[in-house]
């Protein structure tokens, strides 16, 4: 080889250390140190990922187990990882030479006008070849590497969607299921109640029958019975709902799904401690906006690379002859070599496209701190919920239970002809209310529960190395 050729070489590879991209750093975001409703004690913020376990129910730790194993959404997400983790080894064998071989052969006729044809050349030849050529980027800029780190980080980005689809869909699971359970709750109370206003139209039936209660008592006795039967179908209709919603979720048909009705009110979880910076570590969505920052960045080096020379190294060799005889030593060729590309004029191309890069790192800076201040809002939000549902229903209990004992008050003076009917049905009603807010404010603590859980990000954590870099 020339010594030409083997200066350009070296002085190729001797830039081949050069990188155009600033050392990558996490957005910073200023956090708080506590939150505002945070209470003192709780359970430790640990990261055991079936979060739902807290809610100690056998039948919601099946579905959500069926959730992993048979949900579309999550197969799908899945699969656009291996899709990211494919691209990642893609990127990872531009580093590398790629060395491609072939063979030809070939029967050629010339034309006898063909231009600059001499004498000596014959009408008919063979041009037959075995050959092997490689052609490697010098990556001088860093471009290349640059390449390798956007699609890693790219790779991550998706394995925290993942992660976040996983999370959203157990935990929309576990709200649907509390609702469900709720409802069943709430269909025993009916159904006892139904019987207590059965019988009361029984009662002044046989009072008006004996003369001691009038029409008026038994209309209202019905109306009161029939407008809960009522409720009782509305209810079965919401709770269809839900066992069909649940259904799609663990990738079932709904037509084939069937959830037995349990009344037992589900153990509300012990609030866990944390602060606004577990956010950082434990939300796959913040991560996943903070990988796309990464990638951004990696993309800006990879523009800035595009405004110098492209510096290439070309390798051919093999053997050609007229003949088959293409194993022998006398036929080698080769050819070996740097190019370079110089951009002369694009018409502002380059620039633009550098441009633009640096725009999107903005733009995905602005949105990870968003998803920040997001996500401590949303767990803010969770702790102001349970604080105040929890005094809620300490007074929505009192009031039930005082409810409870007027209505059998009231029951025991119309035997005894000292109150109305109408006092009567008044007291029922106002007891029965109380019990149903009583349920529904539970529900909605197992609601606020499940939504807590979902804002610290579940039992999801990043990686150390990943967690210290935040």
């Not at 959730?67 to 579309?72: E, K, L, Q, R, T």
């Not at 080769?334 to 496209?353: I, K, N």
């Amino acid at each position: 080889m020339k010594p030409a050729v083997w200066a350009a070489l070296t002085g190729a590879l001797t830039l081949g250390g050069c990188d155009l991209t600033p050392p990558y750093q996490t957005p910073s975001v200023a956090l708080p140190t506590t939150y505002k409703n945070e209470t003192p004690g709780g359970a430790a913020l640990d990261g055991d990922q079936t979060w739902w376990r807290s809610f100690r129910d056998r039948r919601l730790d099946e579905l959500e187990a069926q959730v992993d194993a048979a949900n579309p959404d999550l197969a799908a997400a899945l699969a656009a990882y291996d899709a990211s983790r494919a691209r990642v080894v893609e990127a990872t064998a531009v580093l590398y030479p790629e060395i491609d071989a072939g063979a030809g052969l070939s029967e050629n006729k010339q034309s006898d006008d063909r231009p600059l044809r001499s004498s000596t050349q014959p009408n008919y030849y063979g041009a037959n070849q075995l050959a092997a050529q490689s052609v490697y980027e010098l990556d001088v800029w860093g471009r290349v590497r640059d390449i390798l780190k956007a699609a890693n980080a790219s790779a991550e980005a998706s394995a925290d969607a993942l992660a976040d689809a996983r999370l959203e869909l157990h935990a929309e699971l576990a709200r649907d299921y509390v609702d469900l359970r709720g409802l069943d709750q709430e269909r025993k109370l009916l159904a006892d109640t139904v019987s207590i206003y059965r019988s009361a139209l029984e009662l002044t039936k046989s009072r008006l029958a004996a003369k001691v209660a009038s029409p008026v008592d038994v209309e209202r006795a019905q109306t009161q019975l029939s407008g809960l039967e009522a409720q009782q179908s509305d209810l079965e209709l919401r709770r269809g709902k839900l066992e069909d919603a649940i259904a799609a979720l663990v990738g079932d048909a709904a037509a084939n799904f069937k959830l037995a009705n349990d009344p037992h009110p589900l153990a509300t979880p012990t609030r866990p401690r944390t602060v606004p910076g577990d956010v950082l570590r434990r939300r796959p969505d913040v991560a996943l906006n903070e990988r796309l920052v990464a990638v951004a960045s990696a993309d800006v080096g990879v523009a800035t690379a595009a405004l110098y020379p492209r510096f290439t190294i070309g390798l051919q060799g093999g053997t050609q002859d007229t003949g088959l005889n293409l194993l022998s030593l006398t036929n080698s060729m080769y050819t070996v070599g740097p190019s370079v590309s110089l951009p002369l004029f694009d018409a502002g191309l380059r620039s633009a496209q550098l441009d633009e890069a640096k725009a999107r790192v903005n733009v995905a800076t602005a949105n990870y701190r968003s998803s920040v201040l997001r996500a401590v809002k949303e767990v803010e939000d969770s702790l102001s919920t349970l604080r105040w549902l929890a005094q809620e229903a300490r007074q929505t209990a009192t009031a039930a239970t005082a409810a409870g004992e007027a209505a059998k008050a009231s029951m025991t003076l119309y035997v005894d002809g000292a109150a109305s009917f109408l006092d009567v049905v008044t007291a029922q009603s106002a007891a029965l209310d109380a019990q149903r807010a009583t349920i529904a404010l539970h529900t909605r603590e197992l609601e606020a529960s499940v939504a807590l859980l979902l804002a610290l990000g579940g039992g999801w954590s990043v990686t150390e190395d990943t967690a210290a870099s935040q």
